[in-house]
């Protein structure tokens, strides 16, 4: 299974392809789509065309994002999920999946602790994939997103194939969560 991670920026958007087979990662491509100072609409545009020409590149199998997070500027945080909203519609219009992980679920799941910090997420990439040299931040982000689903997509999968034993009991899976 070929996953495209996606670390979605205005200026700077990340993505990181790999492939999956069994527990095994392969690296196969990784980068930036940067955006020039212009108006707000052009530089969705640039994420939106650079998004498509990756997923027609690489021709993955499915997509996962990082989900915006709520900080203290609201316009940046709007201009986030704009550029992620760019980068969505480049995805689902090429009949994608799309799953979505938050930065702290991306940093457990590549470094083991969400309180990571960046040198360390690009230092597990490098060693994960075994990389010769460490990728810029950006892609370094994409491409744990798309490690973080590797792990976290097979477990929600398995998750859910129980699900109807399960409800038979009285339980019920929410969000990936089991709940009584």
Do not use: W
């Not at 900080?71 to 009949?95: E, F, H, K, M, W």
């Amino acid at each position: 299974m070929k996953i495209l991670g996606i670390d979605p920026g205005l200026r700077t958007t990340g993505f990181g392809v790999i492939h999956k087979q069994g527990q095994k990662l392969t690296y196969i491509a990784s980068g930036t789509i940067k955006t020039v100072e212009g108006s707000l609409p052009d530089r969705l545009k640039t994420i939106l065309s650079g998004v498509s020409e990756i997923v027609s590149t690489y021709r993955p199998d499915c997509a996962a994002i990082e989900k915006v997070f709520v900080n203290v500027n609201p316009q940046s945080t709007l201009l986030l999920g704009q550029a992620r909203g760019a980068a969505i519609c480049a995805l689902v219009s090429a009949d994608l999946s799309v799953a979505e992980y938050t930065a702290l679920q991306v940093k457990q799941g590549v470094v083991g602790h969400g309180r990571a910090k960046k040198e360390q997420v690009q230092d597990m990439v490098q060693r994960l994939l075994m990389l010769s040299g460490t990728p810029s931040p950006d892609a370094a982000d994409a491409l744990g997103v798309a490690i973080c689903h590797a792990h976290s997509g097979e477990a929600l999968s398995n998750l859910a194939s129980i699900a109807p034993g399960l409800a038979k009991r009285g339980l019920r899976v929410k969000a990936g969560r089991l709940i009584g």
